[in-house]
């Protein structure tokens, strides 16, 4: 496993304290609080052409489309624009595992294996070692994103950045006094949100809360079954919902001699890479369908396969999403990777930094799929999944909602890297939110003139979107 390279167990407390100050000479935390595009930025259009050239083509139409919806969505899908202009400016030095788009919709409810309701991050198709501030401006300036399409004034979605970088600031300040063991076991459970949320929350934000949790619980595995399969002649098959969701038979040539057994191949690979207990489990299903299914907005077009297996009989279903894995974004802007399997470089940033992950995370690479070999990685499709919805908060939910999602990238940040160095970067007053704020606001102006970019290039017959 990669780990951030300026890792400090070998420095006494003190030290790493200064170590994190003397961070303050490299990238004063004065200089976050703007931001100019370079005189010789490439045109973002290209950026996230040279992406596509990697995808589907017949679903690059689509992801064009969905981040033409508005500067929010087309916020989720230039990842790599984003990391493209964070790499260009002075950083820290400060080392953690990033999450690499660790935009807002990216935190979530999730199940942990013992069944508990936990908030986490949930998205790390671009995770990679690199500055902590990196995966701070970019949840920053998603709230000022999403503040500006719900028509919340500049108070307003400065309130909510500052309150979620101070989340981020206090929260690592806690986890520079505590002990290793402490840091790694820590996470948000619905307790622990309660106690985050206690100074500030109301009564209109409980009542979300505890909706919200119910709701999560309800998006199960078996609710995801029963909305993609039905039943055929031949028992429970996935149910083709064209070009969102094509059945596996429908993509291959009927000419080809594909054979059942060259996709038990890629699963045996798959289950290789799990625990020995949990690819035991594993063996308890039979392979019954495949099929492809458009998924997010960065995501679409990256080959995404459901999976579904059954158990004891067609009511015992299990749901595989196998997701493919690309070179992250930050690659360029770090030095690139030395991953044999960009699926492997998935699930061990995952595992680093998330408190508590899918007993079905594992890795595998797919030969002969779309003709060409590719890396993916492999989770359940559903469970116990609690989504935000940023466009039904007013101001004060959508602070609130920073604060969490704020003290949990702490959270993440400091299982990967030194919160004694970060807490001494950025110090016990509010500078750095105030830096972070100002900031935001400008690298949101920028990603509207990218969106309008990326429309002009529509108008204009250079790229083609599809609304779907």
């Given at each position: 496993m990669t780990v951030p390279s300026d890792f400090t167990s070998s420095l006494s407390p003190s030290e790493r304290a200064a170590y994190g100050k003397q961070a303050r000479t490299r990238a004063p935390r004065s200089s976050h609080g703007s931001f100019e595009a370079d005189p010789q930025r490439p045109d973002p259009i290209k950026v996230i052409e040279r992406q596509s050239t990697t995808r589907v083509p017949e679903l690059v139409p689509v992801r064009y489309g969905r981040m033409l919806e508005s500067p929010f969505r087309f916020y989720r899908g230039a990842a790599s624009i984003m990391a493209m202009d964070l790499g260009r400016a002075p950083n820290t030095g400060l080392q953690v595992q990033l999450?690499?788009?660790?935009?807002?919709?990216?935190?979530?409810?999730?199940?942990?294996?013992?069944?508990?309701?936990?908030?986490?991050?949930?998205?790390?198709?671009?995770?990679?070692?690199?500055?902590?501030?990196?995966?701070?401006?970019?949840?920053?300036?998603?709230?000022?994103?999403?503040?500006?399409?719900?028509?919340?004034?500049?108070?307003?979605?400065?309130?909510?950045?500052?309150?979620?970088?101070?989340?981020?600031?206090?929260?690592?300040?806690?986890?520079?006094?505590?002990?290793?063991?402490d840091i790694w076991y820590a996470q948000d459970d619905i307790d622990n949100m309660r106690e985050l949320m206690a100074s500030s929350i109301s009564g209109e934000a409980r009542r979300r809360a505890a909706k919200a949790s119910q709701q999560a619980r309800t998006r199960t595995h078996m609710q995801a079954f029963s909305k993609l399969t039905h039943v055929t002649a031949e028992g429970r098959r996935i149910a083709a919902d064209p070009p969102l969701i094509v059945p596996l038979a429908d993509l291959l040539d009927p000419a080809e001699d594909w054979q059942e057994k060259e996709l038990q191949t890629v699963l045996e690979g798959y289950g290789r890479t799990l625990p020995s207990e949990r690819?035991?489990?594993?063996?308890?299903?039979?392979?019954?369908?495949?099929?492809?299914?458009?998924?997010?907005?960065?995501?679409?077009?990256?080959?995404?396969?459901?999976?579904?297996?059954?158990?004891?009989?067609?009511?015992?279903?299990?749901?595989?999403?196998?997701?493919?894995?690309?070179?992250?974004?930050?690659s360029a802007q770090t030095g690139g990777d030395r991953w044999d399997n960009q699926g492997r470089r998935v699930v061990s940033g995952q595992r680093l930094i998330q408190t508590t992950s899918d007993i079905f995370l594992g890795w595998t690479h797919a030969v002969g799929i779309d003709g060409q070999d590719r890396d993916f990685y492999v989770r359940q499709l559903r469970d116990w999944k609690g989504i935000a919805r940023p466009d039904t908060m007013d101001p004060g939910l959508l602070a609130l909602f920073g604060r969490l999602c704020g003290a949990s990238l702490a959270r993440a940040h400091a299982r990967s890297g030194d919160p004694v160095a970060i807490a001494s970067y950025l110090g016990g007053n509010d500078r750095f939110d105030r830096e972070l704020a100002k900031f935001?606001?400008?690298?949101?102006?920028?990603?509207?003139?990218?969106?309008?970019?990326?429309?002009?290039?529509?108008?204009?017959?250079?790229?083609?979107?599809?609304?779907l």
């Open positions: 999450c690499g788009d660790a935009h807002l919709l990216n935190f979530r409810l999730l199940a942990s294996p013992e069944r508990h309701l936990v908030f986490d991050i949930n998205d790390f198709d671009e995770t990679l070692p690199g500055p902590f501030e990196w995966d701070v401006k970019r949840l920053a300036t998603s709230f000022v994103t999403a503040g500006r399409e719900n028509g919340f004034s500049v108070k307003e979605q400065t309130n909510a950045v500052r309150t979620c970088v101070k989340a981020y600031r206090e929260r690592m300040h806690d986890f520079a006094g505590m002990r290793t063991l690819r035991y489990l594993l063996r308890h299903y039979r392979l019954v369908d495949m099929a492809r299914k458009v998924v997010g907005v960065g995501s679409v077009g990256t080959r995404c396969w459901i999976i579904l297996m059954l158990g004891r009989d067609d009511d015992d279903p299990l749901l595989l999403q196998a997701k493919e894995a690309q070179e992250s974004v930050l935001a606001q400008a690298y949101a102006d920028q990603n509207e003139r990218d969106f309008k970019a990326l429309g002009t290039a529509v108008r204009s017959g250079r790229v083609t979107a599809e609304s």
